[in-house]
T-cell receptor, first 114, second 114 residues
Framework: AQSVSQHNHHVILSEAASLELGCNYS??????LFWYVQYPGQHLQLLLK??????LVKGIKGFEAEFIKSKFSFNLRKPSVQWSDTAEYFC????????????FGAGTTVTVRA | KAGVTQTPRYLIKTRGQQVTLSCSPI?????VSWYQQTPGQGLQFLFE???????NKGNFPGRFSGRQFSNSRSEMNVSTLELGDSALYLC?????????????FGPGTRLTVL
């Protein structure tokens, strides 16, 4: 079945540690890829997106993600996290074509300890 | 530009009742999508609208319906509410249905069914 998998359910880090969240998808064809973040009490916000071109994309707040087509992966990274990065992170995939919907992973809760 | 707005923000209903949720997209956006977010199932696609036409529908029962108006505002309706319909209902808007269009989310309507 087509799916989006996020490897970690809950990640706990200390400030200044590096963060990497895994995302794999099982869709064939050309895909658009997104990472969204949901801070406590706030709505889903777009962190970054990949449509085509350079597989390394940079987003807001120092986040970046790398699309590796051969591995069907789109992992999110941040070199040094802050307490304010505590949030839930969602990977989303859209298959190009007639279907415009986003398919989301289950989400990863990131807790950054001061 | 104002973001996506959703009303009401919170709703409490009892089983068997029906409910209507409203979404106003970002100005100039013509596409609206709806998602259901629950702790168990995560984010699941409900339906998407463009130019007052439903373009795609997720795997939800017929009790879930929606529509879009000529000003791009959208409503979704859930009839004969069940306990399992308790969720955060998210609306997202985008400029169109192009593969480079990005969905921006509203704060959601928290529906509790008692």
């Amino acid at each position: 079945a087509q799916s989006v998998s996020q490897h970690n359910h809950h990640v706990i880090l200390s400030e200044a540690a590096s963060l990497e969240l895994g995302c794999n998808y099982s869709y064939g064809g050309t895909v658009n890829l997104f990472w969204y973040v949901q801070y406590p009490g706030q709505h889903l916000q777009l962190l970054l997106k990949y449509f085509s071109g350079d597989p390394l994309v940079k987003g807001i707040k120092g986040f970046e993600a790398e699309f590796i087509k051969s591995k069907f992966s789109f992992n999110l990274r941040k070199p040094s996290v802050q307490w304010s990065d505590t949030a839930e992170y969602f990977c989303a995939v859209r298959v190009r074509g007639n279907d415009y919907k986003l398919s989301f992973g289950a989400g990863t809760t990131v807790t950054v300890r001061a | 530009k104002a973001g996506v707005t959703q009303t009401p923000r919170y709703l409490i209903k009892t089983r068997g009742q029906q409910v209507t949720l409203s979404c106003s997209p970002i100005s100039g956006h013509r596409s609206v999508s709806w998602y259901q977010q629950t702790p168990g199932q995560g984010l699941q696609f409900l339906f998407e609208y463009f130019s007052e036409t439903q373009r795609n529908k997720g795997n939800f029962p017929g009790r879930f319906s929606g529509r879009q108006f000529s000003n791009s505002r959208s409503e979704m309706n859930v009839s004969t509410l069940e306990l399992g319909d308790s969720a955060l209902y998210l609306c997202a808007s985008s400029q169109g249905l192009g593969h480079t269009d990005t969905q921006y989310f509203g704060p959601g309507t928290r529906l509790t069914v008692l």
